[in-house]
């Protein structure tokens, strides 16, 4: 029996975060909720594809069609918002063996790939996996181009000691002999998530690049996602905010996404930072904590002090004849567009 690919609308929605859930690949970038904000931001349309082998689901594949008069692109997720990762998400794979998983998983890839050329018929095909999803050779069978990326994470299972003890020796030094100094580190809402990317959005003018990261995007987010989902912490000495971080936190996973501006103060303050939300996380039951992004050499030096694991993921692409230019005109496009006058800026991702 073949694979059979359709789409889920609104009124489905539940269904859809079921999928998710059971998805060890599933992130909050793939609710529903989060899916209708990332199509709101970038005014796309919204083609939550699922993959069915009988009645039973095989996974789940949310892309985002844009149009440009003649032209066609289909991004998963959409470039322009900091979304680390998302593209298909596989369902009920790991209770069969792996010659069916990996039969059933090419025929779910194929049938979603076919279904975006005879529905779309795009000039341009963007797709960021998630680095739970460890297999693109069904991409690269369909004359994808495929090329690895990286992200960090660290394991929090074995307690705060073991995940200290792994950090270098400067970052155990920066939090150990810290303990009394001057501050304090809170959870915030709407107002904090607007602090942190101001500040952000300065450094992005002073270094004279584009912020990339619309701040009413990551509004809406907590605003839409369920309570504890997208957590602002901002760090402040005596009193004054210093530097913040939003955290996000879906099931197993706390991840390290938008923040960490250099303040200018006499304590490391990122290390305590980030510290600080790990050991929050841990406490809240969370095996993982991810430190978004692992491909900016001059960024990756902070976080490989840490001691975290190299995490895989895959930069997915196809593109017709003149794809290329029809993404080059999109991202001009976009950039003037009047979107970029609501962007704040993020770290790496």
């Given at each position: 029996m073949s694979v059979t690919i359709t789409t889920l609308d609104s009124d489905e929605r539940n269904r859809w975060d079921t999928y998710v859930e059971r998805s060890p690949g599933g992130?909050?970038?793939h609710r529903y909720d989060a899916l209708e904000a990332q199509a709101d931001a970038t005014d796309s349309t919204l083609h939550p594809l699922v993959g069915y082998k009988g009645e039973e689901p095989v996974g789940i594949f949310p892309l985002f069609e844009f149009g440009k008069g003649p032209l066609t692109l289909?991004?998963?997720p959409p470039s322009e918002l900091g979304v680390p990762n998302l593209g298909p998400a596989l369902v009920h794979m790991d209770q069969l063996k792996q010659r069916k998983q990996e039969k059933r998983h090419r025929r779910f890839i194929e049938g979603c790939i076919e279904w975006i050329d005879d529905e779309r018929g795009p000039n341009y095909v963007s797709i960021q996996t998630g680095w739970q999803y460890d297999d693109a050779r069904?991409?690269?069978?369909?004359?994808?181009?495929v090329t690895p990326a990286y992200t960090y994470t660290i394991d929090l299972r074995d307690g705060k000691d073991a995940v200290i003890s792994r950090f270098s020796k400067s970052a155990r030094q920066n939090v150990r002999n810290n303990t009394?100094?001057?501050y304090t580190i809170s959870q915030g809402g709407q107002r904090e998530i607007r602090w942190i990317l101001d500040e952000l959005h300065e450094r992005y003018e002073e270094q004279g690049r584009a912020p990339p990261i619309p701040t009413t995007f990551i509004e809406e987010l907590y605003d839409?996602?369920?309570e504890g989902t997208v957590r602002p912490y901002v760090l402040s000495v005596d009193g004054e905010k210093a530097t913040g971080t939003v955290l996000l936190e879906n099931g197993s996973i706390a991840r390290s996404w938008v923040g960490g501006a250099t303040p200018d103060v006499d304590i490391p303050a990122n290390d305590l930072l980030e510290w600080h939300m790990m050991c929050d996380a841990l406490d809240r039951g969370v095996?993982?904590?991810e430190i978004v992004g692992g491909n900016t050499p001059r960024l990756n030096?902070?976080?490989a002090k840490f001691s975290p694991d190299i995490q895989t993921y895959y930069?997915?692409?196809?593109?017709s004849p003149g794809g290329e230019v029809a993404e080059n005109l999109y991202t001009t496009l976009r950039d003037r567009s009047s979107l970029v006058s609501r962007m704040g800026p993020a770290r790496e991702v």
């Open positions: 992130t909050l970038f289909v991004f998963s069904p991409f690269l069978w369909n004359e994808f181009d009394d100094a001057s839409r996602l369920p095996s993982f904590f030096k902070w976080k930069r997915v692409k196809r593109s």
